[in-house]
């Protein structure tokens, strides 16, 4: 089992020296990879519900937050440690044109000596969209083809491809990730659309389920199961094996929680920050090392 770290780079981790110590805190203490998340803008007063929140707001209670670029900063950690992998959990990925991507998450990749890791997801908040400039209701085709567009830029050269959205012929992209086959796309979200995009399209699939199912433990893994057994089928309508994909998602520190999610054929568990204040946040990464860590 690996065990994650996340919420990197937002709020009291977005400042440089605590989100330094958390990275090389969790990387010491034996954490597997860490985790960013990615918002372009947040719109004043939207009325989209974000799914993850208990009151819909993004962040909770809709107080401004502080909110890094997670490529830039991941990149930045990067430098700071060795061996820890540095994933974007998750980047709104139908909002950035595949070529910025496919450069920006090979450098990652390069500076990092192949420990990068993609985290994607369609997006929820419309609004965000709407200050885009782009339709909230194609996020799932772009998608689809930004995902295939990555995959042609990583690949070939020089590299082809025809969709709706995007199209391009004969393009050279450099650098090409170290990692061999390219940079690991996971498919973020909890919708048969992302369990079907995972099962067709992912490297792993990183289900969290909604905040109403975050009340228990028991309503938790209710949850997901229901949302594994989708995508199992959906891989069998694939032809693939569910096993071919990487499971993730989030959980608690907890050593006979984590047990029950490896118990589902989760891979990967990751935990939120256990503290905001140095010394505490340290004994708190200390204790996960030495009573879940070294035990899975």
């Not at 893994?221 to 949302?227: V, Y």
């Amino acid at each position: 089992m690996k065990i994650g770290m996340s919420f990197l780079g937002i709020g009291p981790f977005s400042a440089l020296e605590p989100m330094t110590h958390i990275a090389q805190k969790s990387e010491q203490c034996g954490f597997e990879s860490l985790w960013m998340p990615d918002h372009s803008a947040i719109p004043d007063g939207h009325k989209s519900s974000c799914p993850y929140t208990p009151d819909g707001r993004i962040p909770p209670s809709g107080e401004p937050t502080p909110l890094n670029e997670p490529i830039v900063a991941l990149s930045y950690l990067a430098a700071l440690t060795s061996r820890i992998r540095l994933g974007t959990g998750v980047m709104i990925l139908p909002q950035r044109h595949p070529f910025y991507v496919a450069k920006e998450l090979a450098t990652l990749d390069l500076v990092s000596q192949g420990r990068a890791l993609l985290g994607i997801g369609s997006g929820w908040l419309a609004e965000e969209f709407d200050a885009l400039g782009l339709d909230f209701h194609k996020r799932g085709k772009r998608t689809d083809e930004a995902i295939k567009s990555l995959h042609a830029l990583w690949r070939d050269d020089p590299s082809t491809f025809k969709g709706e959205h995007f199209n391009f012929e004969r393009i050279r992209s450099f650098p090409k990730p170290v990692q061999k086959g390219g940079v690991p796309i996971l498919i973020g979200g909890h919708s048969q659309a992302a369990a079907r995009r995972a099962a067709r399209l992912g490297d792993g699939f990183f289900p969290v389920p909604p905040a109403s199912f975050q009340s228990s433990e028991a309503a938790y893994l209710g949850e997901l199961k229901r949302i594994l057994a989708m995508f199992k089928e959906e891989c069998a309508k694939a032809g693939r094996k569910p096993d071919e994909v990487e499971l993730s998602t989030n959980g608690t520190p907890d050593l006979d929680s984590v047990r029950r999610f490896e118990d589902l054929g989760v891979k990967r568990v990751i935990f939120g920050p256990p503290a905001w204040e140095r010394d505490e946040l340290e004994r708190a990464l200390e204790k996960m090392g030495n009573e879940i860590i070294a035990r899975v």
